[in-house]
């Protein structure tokens, strides 16, 4: 009871701790629960009949055959779903999309009808079965093309309609218009600027793919009149809400449950017409009716990321300073918008892309346009579309740094944002919360010795048999996480707080439930560290669930990095209300005032004395049986937390590459990478996630690419072709931190889980070119496969 502090400190396994995963111990035995686990009595399979072409009238649909097939035991079209007003759905980003294609087919890939069955290769073979006959319309994948006056009406259903969710549009095939910043300064600012810069650049068409695909089990019972569906949802409450509001059943009936996810990365923040159409064949046929996509549908028809155009520019001094910054983006949302922003944003926080420079005016434009091609738009592991703003302005200053010969850390220096600017308000308008990055920067020079790195580079350049190029990449970005502040940040209206509940138990240990669901990021072993922390309970005691509507606290969900700044501080705000009750039995118990106490890790003493105490154990079990006169039994509260602001992580990357001057074959020869997320509460994780992203980001950057032929078929959509790096291609990661805290945030934390991601696709490219720099080369797209690089180096006149 009495061991000293030091050892009570670490039994807690607290905040700041690299506790071991919590949940480790079921993936690694293959215990967890995903929804392909979930199996109920007289579960039916439902699979789907998808459009072999992209752009096309259905002329007719012949079910007979289907039918027949042994085991099959309905095929639904939207012509039978139009009675119950369920053939289209409204998705998250204002727009409507198909559920099951009516009358037309928009992309390849498109759910055109589902069949239902008693087993899952029933289902398939009906789906062979069903007979659909299209009339061939012709297709446009290029957004260019498609705002060109005469191009192919996408929307027929909105035609004559010139106004969207997000404004005018001018085009049959416009989405939205939206901009920020200053237009006419910035105009200005450039119109007498010594020095510009522009650049063009595709940030391409990638996917998310997680390794579990998306699905879910629905279960309708029509003597209750209850719905309980198991999904793969990043967000499950907001899919209640929409559930309820499109079947009309009472949110109060409706259960969503995302059990163990096997990786999200944001493809599981949308709502599928999969989704929508295994939840109403349940209605229908009043059995549960499973449904999981397979490799090649996820990705094809869920949601891809980026797909972003962009123009962007710099007006400079003649030394480096910059004057100011314009962006002007065509942003390909495919054919129906199903991204996932705040409802305010259609171009989600595309306005970060200011960075980590202080830039005296600003502007950016974003039009979405409609392509025959997959909807979706989502992120990847990016709050929304975070990556593409730090990929354009990164890739700026570096082009800038060489139209001017300035080292690229010289030229960064002389723009950052310095620590004594903070909190600082952006051209954009957003308040930088904290940061540091000039020592962020110098740290990552110092330990990779970078005057060292130039002084090989230039030796290797000026060598003509060095059979290598030698490029160095260098990155300083700033994200903006933790969506966010309700009165900006909303998703169809429903703001973007969260959540959470703690209840001890009389025995002294704990559970809580938050709004958030984690897919993969340990959720349950650093939830409990803070609370472990905040209330002095072993985190080996407190059970932390998420997930379940019928049990959680209203959250918005796991996505933009927003489960530390805006659920952790939920849970550090519902620990304290706890706290402030646990310290009125604690002056109770030991009959002192409750000014007399102090807090010491796990107890309340009388200050200064270290043997009268009570400690939280002690409290908990007087919380159920002596409680003070005027105060209720029971030890749980339960938060709301509407962050103030958003939090801005940081980070400085640099990466050294060598490519092969006769193959175009890229080695990553080091990546370091130093994030500084604000208070760390579980190292650990932080580094494993920081390995995870930097893991996508070079995929992203050297080879993941879903692309369009001419006719709309899609390429890249199987793992034959799409690029997913195993140990054998991953560099080996070096990585280290500063801490700079939230001053908003109760426990001074900002999101991590992006970071890596947002910051790494840049530094690649950044190292890419730099390899071709002294050859006039400014900037390539990616991804940067060998192919490509072989191409490249070409073009400069090597590669024989
Ligand atoms: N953490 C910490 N200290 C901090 C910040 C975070 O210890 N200062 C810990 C957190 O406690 C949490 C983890 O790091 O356990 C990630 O926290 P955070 O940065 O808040 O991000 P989220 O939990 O909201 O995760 C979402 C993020 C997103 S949006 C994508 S996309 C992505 C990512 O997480 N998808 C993932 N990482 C993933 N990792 C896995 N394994 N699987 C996914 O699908
Ligand atoms: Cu940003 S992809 Mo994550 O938000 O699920």
Redesign the pocket.
Known sequence: MNAPANDREKDLMGMGMSRLRKEDARFIQGKGNYVDDIKLPDMLHMDIVRSPVAHARIVRINKEAALKVPGVIAVLTAQDLKPLKLHWMPTLAGDVQAVLADEKVHFQMQEVAVVIATDRYAAADGVEAVEVEYEELPVVIDPFEALKPGAPVIREDLAGKSAGAHGERYHHNHIFTWDAGDKAATDAAFASAPITVRQDMHYPRVH?C?LETCGAVASFDPVRGELTTWMTSQAPHIVRTVVSMLSGIPESKVRIISPD?G????NKVGIYPGYVCAIVSSIVLGKPVKWIEDRIENLSSTAFARDYHMTGELAATADGKILALRTNVIADHGAFDACADPTKFPAGMFHIVSGSYDIPSAYCRVDGVYTNTAPGGV?????FRVTEAVYLIERMVDVLAQKLGMDKAAIRSKNFIRREQFPYTSAFGFEYDSGDYQSAMDKVLAAVDYPRLRAEQAQKRADPACPTLMGIGLVTFTEV?GAGPSKICDILGVGMFDSCEIRVHPTGSAIARMG?I??????Q???AQIIATELGISSEVIQIEEGDTSTAPYGLG????????VA?AAIAMAARKIHAKARKIAAHLLEVSEADLEWEIDRFKLRGNDDRFKTMKDIAWAAYNQPPAGLEPGLEAVHYYDPPNFTFPFGAYLCVVDIDKGTGETSIRRFYALDD??????PM??EG?IH??LTEGFAVAMGQLLSFDKQGNIQGNTLMDYFLPTAVETPKWETDFTVTPSPHHPLG??????SPHVGSIPTFTSAMVDAFAHLGVTHFNMPHTAFRMWHQLKAVGLAG
């Open positions: 998310p997680p996810i990786g999200g990365f944001g992120a990847y592991r990016c709050s996480v958030t984690s897919q993969g990021q340990g959720h072993t650093t939830y796991t996505y933009g990095s927003r489960s530390t700044p952790g997320c604000g208070t760390r509460i579980n994780i932080i996630q995870g992203g934390a900002k999101g991590v889980a992006e």
